[in-house]
């Protein structure tokens, strides 16, 4: 069991300040964290037991003990402390080298995080709702309108009905058509992009199935999922954390993707085969 820091580091800025007091102890101090009971942990950190119970149902934990079990799972893996580490800035003047080292670097520790925070059996869920789906409708604005483009190539080379709409209102338009044999999947890093919250509710309210793909934590748009999914990214002054969230929602299409694939293999392969061949025609 891990993931406990990286949940702490996506949530800060979300948290109460009585909370923040004890997260940022934490993810200062872990290792001594795992010696503290939660009386001690109140008193070295300046906050409260009361804070630090409210913490933990903040980070869907069930209580401080499984607190410190994930904490303890993620300095087992090396990460002694996620006050940012791992994520690289790119500076003025950065040399093209430490631009490859960093891009790649913060790509990686994204999809990392990412992994400790995705709860395998929602995503199974998921992927069983998006396989008996008649119908999926991507929605996302922006970069996350290419993670539903790339999402509607991919479900469709398996034979899916998959679509995503670049505009907006044609996204809002388009989800009052959804009913109880479809699914849609609203993408959005913060999770508070007014156009895809709106279009992943009217599809709900037509009795469609919903996933959400967001940052961790109780976001809008997780609010109206029936199967949130959540990814971690640390975005930074020039937001190369943008790039390396993008890469990270890609990495969840890709899960969901083959999940579904997997479930329909000797069909999907047939399916791969002959839009293979059929792209191969026109590139001739």
Same mark, same amino acid.
Do not use: W
């Given at each position: 069991?891990?993931?406990?820091?990286? !949940?702490?580091k996506?949530?800060?800025?979300?948290l +109460?300040?009585?909370?923040?007091?004890?997260?940022?102890?934490?993810?200062?101090?872990?290792?001594?964290?795992?010696?503290?009971?939660?009386a001690?942990? %109140?008193?070295?950190?300046?906050?409260?037991?009361?804070?630090?119970? !409210?913490?933990?149902?903040?980070?869907?934990? &069930?209580?401080?003990?499984?607190?410190?079990?994930?904490?303890?799972?993620?300095?087992?893996?090396?990460? &002694?402390?996620?006050?940012?580490?791992?994520?690289?800035?790119?500076?003025p003047?950065?040399?093209v080298?430490?631009?490859?080292?960093?891009?790649?670097?913060?790509?990686?520790?994204?999809?990392q995080?990412?992994? +400790?925070?995705?709860?395998?059996?929602?995503? =199974?869920? *998921?992927?069983e709702?998006?396989?008996?789906?008649?119908?999926?409708?991507?929605?996302?604005?922006?970069?996350?309108?290419?993670? %539903?483009?790339?999402?509607?190539?991919?479900?469709? =080379?398996?034979?899916?009905?998959?679509?995503?709409? *670049?505009?907006?209102?044609?996204q809002?338009?388009?989800?009052?058509?959804?009913?109880?044999?479809?699914?849609?999947?609203?993408?959005?890093?913060?999770?508070?992009t +007014?156009?895809?919250?709106?279009?992943? !509710?009217? %599809?709900?309210?037509?009795?469609?199935?919903?996933?959400s793909?967001? +940052?961790?934590?109780?976001?809008?748009?997780?609010?109206?999922?029936?199967?949130?999914l959540?990814?971690?990214?640390?975005e930074?002054?020039?937001?190369?954390?943008?790039m390396?969230? =993008?890469?990270?929602?890609?990495?969840v299409?890709?899960i969901?993707?083959?999940?579904?694939?997997? !479930?329909?293999y000797?069909?999907?392969?047939?399916?791969?085969?002959?839009? =293979?061949?059929?792209?191969?025609?026109?590139?001739r």
């Open positions: 069991m891990n993931g406990g820091l990286v !949940r702490l996506e949530l800060y800025q979300d +109460k300040p009585s909370e923040q007091i004890a997260a940022s102890y934490i993810l200062q101090h872990p290792e001594r964290m795992l010696q503290l009971s939660i001690q942990l %109140a008193d070295e950190s300046g906050s409260s037991q009361a804070a630090i119970v !409210r913490l933990c149902k903040s980070m869907g934990v &069930t209580g401080y003990q499984n607190l410190k079990l994930m904490v303890a799972g993620d300095l087992q893996q090396g990460q &002694t402390s996620l006050n940012g580490s791992g994520y690289q800035e790119i500076r003047g950065e040399s080298e430490n631009i490859i080292a960093s891009v790649a670097g913060n790509n990686m520790q994204s999809i995080d990412s992994v +400790k925070v995705l709860d395998p059996a929602v995503v =199974r869920q *998921a992927i709702a998006l396989d008996r789906a008649q119908r999926i409708f991507f929605y996302g604005i922006g970069a996350s309108n290419l993670i %539903a483009m790339d999402a509607q190539q991919k479900f469709m =080379r398996i034979s899916k009905t998959a679509l995503a709409f *670049a505009d907006p209102h044609v809002l338009t388009a989800s009052v058509s959804l009913g109880k044999r479809d699914v849609a999947v609203g993408i959005s890093y913060s999770g508070e +007014k156009a895809v919250i709106a279009a992943l !509710r009217s %599809a709900r309210e037509q009795g469609a199935e919903t996933v793909i967001t +940052k961790f934590g109780n976001t809008t748009l997780s609010g109206y999922a029936d199967y949130p959540f990814i971690s990214s640390t930074h002054e020039i937001r190369s954390g943008a390396a969230s =993008r890469i990270a929602q890609l990495n299409i890709d969901l993707y083959l999940g579904v694939a997997s !479930r329909n000797n069909y999907a392969v047939q399916q791969l085969e002959l839009s =293979r061949k059929a792209i191969k025609e026109i590139e």
